[in-house]
Every structure is written in C-alpha cells, then in structure tokens.
C-alpha cells in the first residue's frame, strides 16, 4: 500500500503554511502563557513579552532554547499564522509601534493559529489519493477556511472556531478511515486513549486509529505506524526510536518535535528530523 501523506510543498506555500520568523512580531514569545516546568524555565503570563525577546522580535538564546530551560519554545510550530496576523491582518505593523493593538493583536494570533493547524490538515488530506472521493468537500472546507483568515482583525475575533473545527473534523475523520480501510487486517482503536508510559515496543500499530491518544513518555521503539491516523497525539517524551512513520496521517512537526526519537525513525517527507534527536 501507497500512500502520500503529507501538505504538498507547494500547498503550503500558497496558504503560508510555513513559520516565518523573520516576518513575524514575535507572538508566539508574547501572546502565549507558560508556566515555569520542564518544559519552561519561568512563568509568563499572556500578552508579557518573554524576557528573551529582542527589539528586533528575534529570540536572544534561539541556539540554546533546550539547554537554557525552554523545551517548550522548541516544539511550537504556528504554521505560518504569526506572519500573517503581522504582515497582512494587522498591515505590517507591530504591537510595539501600535500598543493599543496589542491585545487585538494577541487574540487574533490564537485564532490564526488554529485555522492555520485546519488548513494543515485539509492539505494534506487533498494529498491522500485513497481520500479522493471526497476531495471536493475538503477542497470547499479549505477555501472557507482560508477565506477567513484573510478577514479583518474583527472579523477573526469573532470566528467560532470550536465550530469551524467540528466541521472540518467530520470531513477529516472520514479521510483518516478511507486512507485506514485500504491497509489489510484488523486495526486497533485507540483513539482518545490513556496510553501515558505504555510499553508498545515493536507494537504493530499500522493503520490504527490514535486520534487524541495520551503517548507521553510511552515506549514506541521500533513500532510500526505507517498509516495510523496520528491527529491530536501527544508525544511529548514519547520515544519513538527506530519508528516507523512513514505513510501516517495527520502528523505535524509539533508532535514530531516533542518526541524522542533517532536516525533510525523515518519520517513521512514532509517533516524534518529534530536537532536534538539522536544519531543512534
């Protein structure tokens, strides 16, 4: 069995699926909490620009986030949604320039974010060639989406996500399970499942149904999940050395990034390995 998966590189592009930093005014180091823990080496509170943050919006220790005490700021992908909200809602200018759009500025990038993570998943599921009959559905679901992040500042403070996502969730469920009835035998469902810590080394996970699945710190060493449907897992610490990836659906690089994992995990193409993963 063959199948893509992954957000075409040239879908991405068209719909800004990609962070760029560089044209970004730091939102993600400003609009977002965090509370001092493994992940964070202090409390932030939202809308307080992290102390790192330089004049230029540039992150002062980005070489050393993880040996600084700031894991977490290594796993965030906003997926292109700080550089719009900078660049095209709020016209290039910056909360610092305009500290009354600040709050504005801050709410809007939370809902950015979450449209941008549903155009994610739209394009990569426009990509499966076992979701094609329903590519018209998901192609209309795209479009309105992505019309709505090119709305006003007000216009996307107003956006019920909760509901946008529900809709768009149906149509990418019924991806996951075309994409999962090509692959032979029983399939497990683990879907919203408890799985903190659990020993499934070498566990033959293809085609499995892991939608929302707790994974932290479980021992995923050499499993096979090719094409098992990975939208909302946690991985964080989850070691996924020796993996097998490829083929799964619904995978950003968020997750990958809050994994463990080495040169033997393979990867579906349209993520990258993490620096700090191991060689072995």
């Not at 001092?36 to 307080?48: E, I, N």
């Not at 900078?86 to 009354?100: D, E, K, L, N, V």
């Not at 094609?132 to 019309?147: K, N």
């Amino acid at each position: 069995m063959s199948q893509k998966s992954q957000a075409p590189s040239a879908e991405s592009d068209r719909l800004g699926l990609r962070a760029d930093c560089a044209n970004c005014f730091g939102l993600c180091c400003v609009a977002l909490p965090f509370a001092a823990s493994a992940d964070f080496a202090v409390d932030k509170d939202a809308g307080q620009p992290c102390a790192n943050l330089r004049a230029d919006f540039r992150c002062g220790i980005h070489a050393n986030l993880r040996e600084r005490g700031f894991p977490g700021c290594t796993v965030f992908d906003c997926l292109g949604a700080g550089q719009k909200v900078s660049q095209i809602t709020f016209g290039g200018q910056s909360w610092r320039q305009a500290p009354h759009t600040a709050r504005r500025m801050f709410d809007v990038f939370a809902v950015m974010r979450q449209l941008h993570e549903l155009l994610w998943y739209l394009a990569e599921a426009l990509s499966l060639p076992a979701a094609r009959s329903i590519h018209p559905d998901l192609r209309r679901a795209l479009d309105e989406v992505d019309g709505l992040t090119r709305g006003s500042a007000e216009a996307l403070a107003e956006v019920d996500v909760a509901g946008v996502r529900q809709d768009v969730n149906g149509l990418l469920l019924r991806a996951g399970e075309l994409v999962r009835a090509g692959v032979p035998g029983r399939k497990k469902n683990h879907r919203g499942a408890d799985l903190i810590g659990a020993r499934l080394k070498g566990a033959d996970l293809r085609g499995a149904n892991l939608r929302g699945a707790y994974l932290i710190a479980a021992d995923l060493r050499n499993a096979d999940l090719r094409w098992a449907d990975l939208i909302g897992v946690d991985f964080r610490d989850a070691d996924l050395s020796g993996a097998d990836l490829t083929g799964s659906i619904f995978l950003t690089q968020s997750q990958v990034n809050a994994a463990k994992g080495n040169a033997a995990t393979m990867l579906p193409p349209a993520l990258s390995r993490p620096a700090h993963w191991t060689a072995g």
